[in-house]
C-alpha cells in the first residue's frame, strides 16, 4: 500500500489496519498543510475527522468511523501491552 494522502491509498481506507490509520492521523493533525497552521493543543478525534483524515472525498463519517473501530479492535493480548492504572499497579 502507499502513504496516506495518495489517491491510490486513500481509495482503500475502508481495508486499512492500525497502523494505517496511525499514520494517516498523524498526517492529519501533525503534518502542517500551510504557514496558518496553528500548533496542536488537543487532539478531537470524531467520525467527521476520521473521514477527512482518509483524504477521501467520498468517505463518510460513519464508515470511516466503522473502518478505524475495525482496525484497532483487540484485546489487551493482541495489542501487546500490558495495561498499567495511574497508581503504577497492573491490570490481572
Known sequence: MSRAGDVAFAAEWSRWTAENWNDA????????SSAADEPV???LLTADELARATSDPAA?????KSAFFRAVKC????FDVVPVFHDGGKVE
Open 25 to 32: 492521523l498523524f498526517r492529519y493533525f501533525f503534518v502542517a
Open 75 to 78: 484485546t489487551p493480548a493482541e
Open 41 to 43: 493543543t488537543r487532539l
Open 60 to 64: 463518510t463519517p460513519q464508515a470511516a
